[in-house]
């Protein structure tokens, strides 16, 4: 995307991943949820990389990384992935912000891998079971018939599910980029091959575990998330020691687009307090 540009790139068990780096000050890195890309930081980044490093990437099979056929991009290896990055970028104790999956991913990788984080912020995450929206399932149900879809109706699915996840109006032109990736014959692919993987296991690995995370947390969620409810996180927050749980108003599951400002101002808060 020419107004999103990821100029830096990673090879992951061959395959590739597109990332950038921007600001200066303490490490900050940025993980996106599906079916998104790092374009979500798009309203949050350039704000905060005015006191911090900021690092984005875009998942394996999303955005502008690698897409190709019978690649897994499952939340099993995701969690490796942020491993590798956070070596690669030579990391210790970065603040962690995440959204949706890539809450799923920061959690994994702290639980699994050993990741350490300075402090991790959770935005609307998939962390507790029950998760995957009718839509999820009913794709998932009838895969075969849905990656066969005419490229126009497809379009048309992919734009009426992202703006499920907005609690605003948004226009046609602000939701294109979000668009973008999954389309033509790679991109529709992509798309369906991302939910086909789409497995509560990989949450049910940790969620056992979460007493035992290892930094400060706090949890913002969109009040109006028609994907994952509020008492979902209000339940998360319960199973994590001393985690702050802060309700978004007239915000819905993708809170990058309701209320950056929301986001920008709890992060430049948590990140004073924990100075």
């Given at each position: 995307?020419q107004?999103?540009?990821l100029?830096?790139?990673?090879?992951f068990?061959?395959?590739?991943?597109?990332y950038?780096?921007?600001?200066n000050?303490?490490?900050?890195?940025?993980?996106?949820g599906?079916p998104?890309?790092?374009?979500?930081?798009?309203r949050?980044?350039?704000?905060l990389a005015q006191?911090?490093?900021?690092?984005?990437?875009?998942?394996?099979?999303y955005?502008?990384?690698e897409q190709?056929d019978g690649?897994?991009v499952s939340?099993?290896?995701?969690?490796?992935l942020l491993?590798?990055l956070?070596a690669h970028?030579?990391l210790i104790?970065p603040d962690v912000?995440a959204?949706?999956?890539?809450?799923?991913?920061s959690?994994?990788a702290?639980?699994?891998?050993?990741?350490e984080y300075r402090?991790l912020?959770?935005?609307?995450p998939?962390a507790i079971?029950?998760w995957?929206?009718?839509f999820?399932?009913h794709?998932r149900?009838h895969?075969?018939a849905f990656?066969?879809?005419p490229?126009?109706i497809h379009?048309?699915?992919?734009?009426?599910?992202?703006?499920g996840?907005?609690?605003?109006?948004i226009?046609d032109?602000?939701?294109?980029p979000?668009?973008?990736?999954w389309?033509g014959a790679?991109?529709q692919a992509a798309?369906?091959?991302?939910?086909a993987?789409?497995?509560?296991?990989?949450?049910?690995?940790?969620e056992?575990?979460y007493?035992?995370?290892?930094?400060?947390?706090q949890?913002?969620?969109?009040e109006q998330?028609?994907?994952?409810p509020l008492?979902r996180?209000?339940q998360l927050a319960?199973t994590?020691?001393?985690?702050r749980?802060?309700?978004?108003?007239n915000?819905?599951?993708?809170m990058?687009?309701?209320?950056p400002?929301?986001i920008?101002?709890?992060?430049?808060?948590w990140?004073?307090?924990s100075?």
């Open positions: 995307m107004n999103w540009p100029t830096e790139s990673y090879t068990a061959d395959q590739t991943v597109r950038q780096v921007t600001g000050g303490p490490p900050l890195v940025l993980v996106h599906t998104f890309s790092s374009y979500v930081w798009h949050i980044a350039p704000y006191t911090r490093t900021v690092y984005y990437y875009d998942l394996l099979g955005g502008q990384s190709r690649q897994d939340l099993g290896v995701q969690n490796g491993k590798e956070l970028w030579a104790n912000i959204h949706d999956f890539g809450g799923a991913t959690l994994r702290h639980l699994l891998d050993q990741c402090s912020t959770l935005i609307d998939v079971a029950p995957g929206s009718p999820v399932r794709v149900e895969i075969d990656t066969g879809l490229p126009y379009e048309a699915v992919v734009k009426a599910y992202v703006r996840a907005i609690a605003r109006e226009a032109a602000e939701l294109a979000y668009v973008a990736p389309l790679t991109g798309f369906y091959r991302q939910i993987q789409m497995d509560q296991r990989y949450t049910d690995e940790v056992a575990r007493s035992q995370i290892r930094c400060p947390v949890i913002l969620w969109g998330d028609q994907w994952i008492e996180g209000r319960d994590i020691p001393a985690a749980f802060y309700a978004v108003p915000a819905g599951h993708l990058q687009e309701d209320a400002e929301a920008v101002a709890a992060a430049l808060r990140f004073s307090e100075a």
